[in-house]
T-cell receptor, first 115, second 117 residues
Framework: AQSVTQLDSQVPVFEEAPVELRCNYS??????LFWYVQYPNQGLQLLLK??????LVKGINGFEAEFNKSQTSFHLRKPSVHISDTAEYFC?????????????FGKGTTLSVSS | GAVVSQHPSRVICKSGTSVKIECRSL??????MFWYRQFPKQSLMLMAT?????????EQGVEKDKFLINHASLTLSTLTVTSAHPEDSSFYIC?????????????FGPGTRLLVL
């Protein structure tokens, strides 16, 4: 089975500062990794995903993440955040090459950007 | 990109009544849909996997007789919360896998907020 641990439940930062949201996963098989963002009272929006290939993945809104197999991590980064980035961020994992399996989510990290 | 809709977006009902939530894939066919439940300030917990034309697969601890799932067509899955109680109040989110798309692609609906009084 797969599992995801988001190491920080809340991350407060100032506007234009860099941010890193940490995610570690556990799996005995190959996995796909995802980051989603959820704004208040809304559904999930995909930020980026790692399937294979380059370990540095670039997503929308200036976010990027790096897959590190040896450390089983997939941390999300942004060099300069905006107030509008305030939201809940979820890391998720899914078993690779099995289309019928659901995503397993971490508990989420609340990113609060203030001026 | 692909769009998944949910209806209603918000529903308030009395305890003991049943509520049906629809999940539709608007521009693609979805052989598999997933139903998640999210409590306030918590993560999404998978409730069940719905496959078109077959019975849903429920996660451990989810009562299949209470949360009825029907996936009658390639574009529609429904979740019925039967005899709802206040503890069923939650945010219900569905996702759908594009039958013709990449293996990794799942699209999420906007969610349905259920409040049981």
């Amino acid at each position: 089975a797969q599992s995801v641990t988001q190491l920080d439940s809340q991350v407060p930062v100032f506007e234009e500062a860099p941010v890193e949201l940490r995610c570690n996963y556990s799996s005995s098989v190959s996995v796909y990794l995802f980051w989603y963002v959820q704004y208040p009272n809304q559904g999930l929006q995909l930020l980026l995903k790692y399937l294979s290939g380059s370990t540095l993945v670039k997503g929308i809104n200036g976010f990027e993440a790096e897959f590190n197999k040896s450390q089983t991590s997939f941390h999300l980064r942004k060099p300069s955040v905006h107030i509008s980035d305030t939201a809940e961020y979820f890391c998720a994992v899914r078993r690779a090459n099995q289309a019928g399996t659901a995503l397993i989510f971490g508990k989420g990290t609340t990113l609060s950007v203030s001026s | 990109g692909a769009v998944v809709s949910q209806h209603p977006s918000r529903v308030i009902c009395k305890s003991g009544t049943s509520v049906k939530i629809e999940c539709r894939s608007l521009d693609f066919q979805a052989t598999t849909m997933f139903w998640y439940r999210q409590f306030p300030k918590q993560s999404l917990m998978l409730m069940a996997t719905s496959n078109e034309g077959s019975k849903a697969t429920y996660e451990q601890g989810v009562e299949k007789d209470k949360f009825l799932i029907n996936h009658a067509s390639l574009t529609l899955s429904t979740l019925t919360v039967t005899s709802a109680h206040p503890e069923d109040s939650s945010f219900y989110i569905c996702s759908a896998r594009d039958r013709g798309g990449r293996v990794s692609t799942q699209y999420f609906g906007p969610g349905t907020r259920l409040l049981v009084l």
